[in-house]
């Protein structure tokens, strides 16, 4: 079925993929999995169109974890390099369709060139308001929660922040994607049923879609199931559906 151009009654504000299969892809051809990498940025490419047109405020995409380093370094320096093209190749179709790119994650192991090419990308397109992309590159929950709870710490320590005055919505503030609302839709390709140690906070009420289906085949078609998925579930968060029926 190809997507209906009807919007779905609950479109999600935020969606947060994890982009998994690249490897499994470019092995199932008998083809190196770096191979699955390339065509894993055409996927991506694909997707960040997907879903700014279908009016998603907030995108955010797992493209490498805190974990990842532990890879073959060649798999690892193709992913670098990829980074660095498809952003110097792409982020002029970013500024010219609105779309801000942000990049949450620990950056201080990234090199320099990738380094200087993010924050070239995030300034061309900080401006910009149609839809967030954040990239999740070196990102890891738990990473996230620690240079966290350090940076409050440091504050608490300093005078500028009172123990009392922590909130739950203080602590987000200093949580690397501060600023975009909690993902309401999960989704996971490549057929694995985890986390990864992706937003760790943040996914706390997202509903979760997992597919078969590996990154480079994504398709629209899966794309608008997930969002099909997403507008028939009901969200209680805590409450009876009853209570959510009547209110
Ligand atoms: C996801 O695909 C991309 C990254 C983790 C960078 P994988 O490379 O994990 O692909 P599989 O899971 O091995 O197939
Ligand atoms: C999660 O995928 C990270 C990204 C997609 C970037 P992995 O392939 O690294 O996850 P695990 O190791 O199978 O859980
Ligand atoms: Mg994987």
Same mark, same amino acid.
């Given at each position: 079925?190809?997507?209906?151009?009807?919007?779905? %009654?609950?479109?999600?504000?935020?969606?947060?993929?994890?982009?998994?299969?690249?490897?499994?892809?470019? #092995?199932?051809?008998?083809?190196?999995?770096? @191979?699955?990498?390339?065509?894993?940025?055409?996927?991506?490419?694909?997707?960040?169109? =997907?879903?700014?047109?279908?009016?998603?405020?907030?995108? !955010?995409?797992?493209?490498?974890?805190?974990?990842?380093?532990?890879?073959?370094?060649?798999?690892?320096? !193709?992913?670098?390099?990829?980074?660095?093209?498809?952003?110097? &190749?792409?982020?002029?179709?970013?500024?010219?369709?609105?779309?801000? %790119?942000?990049?949450?994650?620990?950056?201080?192991?990234?090199?320099?060139?990738?380094?200087?090419?993010?924050? &070239?990308?995030?300034?061309?397109?900080?401006?910009?308001?149609?839809?967030?992309?954040?990239?999740?590159?070196? @990102?890891?929950? #738990?990473?996230?929660?620690?240079?966290?709870?350090?940076?409050?710490?440091?504050?608490? #320590?300093?005078?500028?922040?009172?123990?009392?005055? %922590?909130?739950?919505? %203080?602590?987000?503030? =200093?949580?690397?994607?501060?600023?975009?609302?909690?993902?309401?839709? =999960?989704?996971?390709?490549?057929?694995?049923?985890?986390?990864?140690?992706?937003?760790?906070?943040?996914?706390? @009420?997202?509903?979760?879609?997992? !597919?078969?289906?590996?990154?480079?085949?994504?398709?629209?078609? /899966?794309?608008?199931?997930?969002?099909?998925? @997403?507008?028939?579930?009901?969200?209680?968060?805590? &409450?009876?559906?009853? #209570?959510?029926? /009547?209110?």
């Amino acid at each position: 079925m190809q997507s209906s151009s009807s919007t779905p %009654i609950a479109l999600p504000q935020h969606v947060a993929i994890i982009m998994d299969g690249n490897g499994r892809w470019a #092995q199932q051809k008998k083809m190196p999995r770096t @191979y699955g990498h390339k065509k894993g940025v055409e996927a991506t490419r694909k997707a960040i169109t =997907f879903f700014a047109k279908a009016g998603i405020k907030h995108l !955010t995409l797992f493209a490498f974890s805190s974990e990842n380093w532990n890879r073959p370094e060649d798999e690892v320096n !193709t992913l670098m390099s990829l980074f660095v093209s498809s952003l110097k &190749k792409n982020t002029d179709e970013l500024v010219n369709n609105g779309i801000r %790119i942000r990049f949450i994650g620990d950056r201080n192991a990234f090199n320099k060139k990738l380094n200087q090419q993010i924050l &070239k990308s995030e300034q061309q397109t900080a401006e910009n308001d149609l839809m967030t992309l954040n990239i999740a590159a070196n @990102y890891g929950g #738990q990473w996230d929660i620690l240079q966290a709870t350090r940076e409050l710490a440091s504050q608490v #320590q300093s005078g500028a922040l009172e123990v009392d005055d %922590i909130s739950a919505d %203080i602590f987000e503030g =200093f949580l690397s994607m501060a600023g975009s609302p909690h993902p309401d839709l =999960f989704i996971r390709t490549g057929g694995e049923q985890r986390i990864s140690n992706f937003l760790l906070w943040q996914l706390a @009420y997202a509903e979760l879609f997992f !597919t078969d289906v590996l990154w480079p085949d994504f398709s629209e078609e /899966t794309m608008q199931r997930a969002l099909d998925t @997403y507008a028939s579930r009901q969200r209680r968060f805590g &409450k009876t559906g009853e #209570q959510i029926n /009547t209110a």
